[in-house]
């Protein structure tokens, strides 16, 4: 709901997903409610409690809106449901702006604030969403939601979205002594890109140079042919609408390669789609097909899961990609359908082993997409027929890193392997000179015996 402008009150705007000033509508509601705008970030103990990849990343972008703001932005330590509260009395401010939560931790947390707020006759207003379609919004002719992909995509084209949202031509932050506590010191921060602007220079420089090979190359973890926006959409430092209306606008929007970046985009709409729906999916299966399907544990298992996490399996393009994983925080997409494979395939481990690793390495580390991504691999997600997918870890290096550049960039010991020879150490007399590991586990034989296990648990 919202309220006329009166003089000299305030509006507070809560930063979350959406650390940015250019394609905001809850800026811009929170603009038209308020004579001041008090933008705030509070630090959140549940989602900031350990120092990784992802919380330093997270604390980069809102270093870098506290000078997007000019200092304005206010940073508050503590649990949102009574911060917020007392800063919006604090201010004399009658409603909090927010964009719209869709994650099950996201909407339990605002409808607590929402209740405290109302509490003390205040309001919590919320406007747009992350995503260029509100999760929730995008039903079939019967008023359900979609569970495969291809037809929730034909349906979100058709459904239509608004236009990015103008920025201000003047926001009036609110400039009274409001205190404001410290972001915490974490080292090199100042390295890591991150911001609007930083997301803004990416993105057009992908747009020009990188989206007409996207086709072609965007499954080729040795060429770098990706956008690298999966961090910023996760912060919020760009919005997607923003991201659809420039492909649109350019001269390859209508390109097979626009057409397929417009795909990956409609993925990530699609299973914040489907956790919307389905909140306990972030950690259980979504289909129920599966629900006898025995997984392996014990001493033996969680050795082979630790070389799996130290990229120890003696399959190189597996290696590969769970050491860059490891030392950048990211890692292609392909590798994480590769090795996601590796573990709930080859080494029989419940996916979310999986998912909660990568979540705490990742710096884009994204629920519904993370989640549901790997229940896409293991075959309890929303594939019509993920059964008989089992990842051949030498096919898929020799197809997506042909000269094997990929796995000598992250792999050392086989940089003395030239060309695809990289994929298969244990064919070359040299092949374990330089202390590579043996193969933990035979594929063929863990592929027979994940396929038996499927047809079991099937019956």
Do not use: C
Not at 262 to 284: C, G, K, M, Q
Not at 327 to 336: P, S, T
């Amino acid at each position: 709901m919202a309220s006329s402008k009166s003089s000299g009150s305030t509006s507070v705007l809560w930063f979350r997903r959406d650390l940015r000033l250019t394609d905001h509508p809850a800026l811009l509601a929170a603009v038209e409610a308020g004579a001041h705008v008090l933008p705030v970030f509070v630090l959140d103990p549940r989602l900031l409690d350990t120092d990784t990849p992802r919380s330093r990343r997270l604390l980069a972008s809102v270093a870098a809106l506290q000078k997007d703001t000019r200092g304005a932005l206010v940073i508050r330590h503590g649990d949102p449901v009574e911060v917020i509260p007392r800063l919006a009395k604090e201010v004399g401010a009658e409603q909090v702006h927010v964009s719209r939560e869709t994650t099950p931790y996201g909407r339990r947390r605002d409808e607590a604030v929402e209740k405290a707020l109302a509490e003390d006759g205040r309001e919590l207003v919320a406007t747009g969403t992350p995503y260029a379609v509100g999760p929730g919004r995008i039903l079939n002719g019967s008023g359900a939601p979609y569970k495969v992909f291809t037809p929730f995509a034909r349906a979100w084209h058709q459904h239509g979205r608004p236009a990015p949202a103008e920025r201000p031509k003047r926001i009036p932050w609110l400039r009274d002594d409001v205190h404001s506590d410290d972001l915490p010191k974490v080292d090199g921060l100042e390295g890591i890109e991150a911001g609007e602007a930083a997301a803004r220079k990416r993105w057009e420089a992908f747009l020009e140079s990188g989206l007409t090979a996207y086709d072609t190359e965007r499954d080729r973890p040795d060429l770098d042919s990706t956008s690298r926006l999966s961090a910023p959409l996760k912060y919020g430092e760009i919005h997607p609408r923003t991201i659809l209306a420039d492909i649109a606008a350019h001269s390859a929007g209508r390109s097979k390669a626009a057409t397929t970046y417009v795909t990956e985009i409609v993925w990530r709409e699609f299973y914040a789609d489907v956790l919307w729906h389905n909140p306990e999916s972030a950690w259980h299966d979504l289909r129920p097909e599966l629900s006898k399907l025995p997984y392996d544990s014990g001493p033996e298992t969680d050795r082979l899961v630790d070389a799996w996490r130290e990229g120890r399996t003696g399959y190189p393009i597996v290696d590969a990609g769970m050491r860059q994983l490891l030392a950048k925080g990211w890692m292609h997409n392909r590798l994480r359908m590769i090795t996601a494979s590796f573990l709930t395939k080859d080494l029989h481990v419940y996916w979310t082993v999986g998912a909660r690793h990568f979540l705490d390495h990742l710096v884009d580390g994204d629920i519904a997409s993370n989640n549901h991504g790997w229940q896409w691999v293991a075959g309890t997600g929303t594939d019509a027929s993920p059964y008989f997918r089992v990842f051949n870890p030498v096919t898929q290096g020799r197809k997506f890193d042909p000269d094997g550049e990929y796995v000598r960039r992250w792999v050392p010991e086989l940089r003395h392997l030239t060309g695809a020879a990289a994929h298969e150490p244990w064919k070359h007399d040299n092949g374990y000179d330089h202390d590579y590991v043996q193969p933990i586990v035979d594929h063929d034989e863990e592929r027979k015996e994940s396929l038996a296990r499927y047809e079991r648990a099937r019956r």
